[in-house]
């Protein structure tokens, strides 16, 4: 069972910057491709970024393209996620996920742990 902890949510104005952090429990945390989701009020979670698990290859949501950054620290059992240029659109909680079958993926089926998430409100 892998634990899933996220952090660095909070508020900021249109444009401002955040970095998130998701900490893992699981020694082996190198075997498993990570991922961050979104949820606004109202919509279904959606997809932002995944990292494969040897921290080789990297994709994102058209929508953040550009914007966010997903890294991986093997030794430390951390994924961060940089957002920068933080649009209102941005707003949701934010889910950092475990994927132990898949080098990377951006299907939510795909992944077999979450974390409870963390707030991003962007103010505009």
């Known amino acids: 069972q892998v634990q899933l902890v996220e952090s660095g949510g909070g508020l900021v104005q249109a444009g401002g910057s955040l970095r998130l952090s998701c900490a893992a429990s699981?020694?082996?945390?190198?075997?498993?491709?990570m991922g961050w989701w979104r949820q606004a009020p109202g919509k279904e979670r959606e997809f932002v970024a995944a990292?494969?698990?040897?921290?080789?290859?990297?994709d994102y949501a058209d929508s953040v393209k550009g914007r966010f950054t997903i890294s991986r620290d093997n030794a430390k059992n951390t994924v961060h996620l940089q957002m920068n240029s933080l649009k209102p659109e941005d707003t949701g909680v934010y889910y950092c996920?475990?994927?132990?079958?898949?080098?990377?993926?951006?299907?939510?089926?795909?992944?077999?742990?979450w974390g409870q998430g963390t707030q991003v409100t962007v103010s505009s």
């Open positions: 996920a475990a994927a132990s079958k898949y080098y990377m993926s951006s299907d939510a089926y795909h992944y077999d742990y």
């Open positions: 699981e020694r082996t945390f190198s075997n498993y491709a």
């Open positions: 990292i494969s698990w040897n921290d080789r290859n990297t």
